[in-house]
């Protein structure tokens, strides 16, 4: 089935750890973004590629990096985790042009302790 | 800056007609999205309005007043599986999306 896979769905992690939150598209999608949801927000865009080999910082881009080494995978980094990234973390896709809606993976529920 | 105001919960009655309202403030406007998002899911897109008027898809209907810098959602013959958050998100002048905070609908029987 076509569609974004996030792994892993729920993680605890300790303060200080790094941690890769991975996400895959099969829908040739050019471009990819991670958003992070919390409770009485809208979603947050952290970072973002419009293609691939091509990345950018969103709203939020401080303590997480990406890179988009080829089409369908878009890895999202925490170095060094703080409590205050503990949040559900959506993977999402589209073919880039400007009105096409968004894909989204099933999320990443991450606690940082 | 730019902003998005959505009512944070609404409770309507199953079979009835609910609206959802979303005003925007935004640096340009490219078009405005509406999305469903049941608990513990993923957002999953309902419609997208770029010129003033009504879009009709079922029983759901999205109208834009670009003047105004305003859009609602019309849910219509409401069903128990409508109970969700609706997330109203507008592609600003650099094709960035703003998003709202989501309006939770409560649907009871």
């Known amino acids: 089935i076509a569609g974004i896979t996030q792994a892993p769905t729920s993680q605890i992690l300790a303060a200080g750890r790094r941690m890769t939150l991975r996400c895959t598209q099969d829908m040739r999608h050019n471009a990819m973004y991670w958003y992070r949801q919390d409770l009485g927000l809208g979603l947050r865009l952290i970072h973002y590629s419009n293609t691939a080999g091509t990345t950018g910082k969103g709203e939020v881009p401080d303590g997480y990096s990406v890179s988009r080494a080829n089409t369908d995978d878009f890895p999202l980094t925490l170095a060094s985790a703080v409590p205050s990234q503990t949040s559900v973390y959506f993977c999402a896709s589209s073919p880039g042009t400007g009105n096409s809606p968004l894909h989204f993976g099933n999320g990443t529920r991450l606690t940082v302790t | ?109």
């Not at chain 2, 898809?57 to 409508?82: A, H, I």
């Open chain 2, 1 to 109: 800056g730019q902003n998005i105001d959505q009512p944070t919960e609404m409770t309507a009655t199953e079979g009835a007609i609910v609206q959802i309202n979303c005003t925007y403030q935004t640096s340009g406007f490219n078009g405005l999205f509406w999305y469903q998002q049941h608990a513990g899911e993923a957002p999953t897109f309902l419609s997208y309005n770029v010129l003033d008027g009504l879009e009709e898809k079922g029983r759901f209907s999205s109208f834009l007043s670009r003047s105004k810098g305003y859009s609602y959602l019309l849910l219509k013959e409401l069903q128990m599986k409508d109970s969700a958050s609706y997330l109203c998100a507008v592609m600003d002048s650099n094709y960035q999306l703003i998003w709202g905070a989501g309006t939770k609908l409560i649907i009871k029987p």
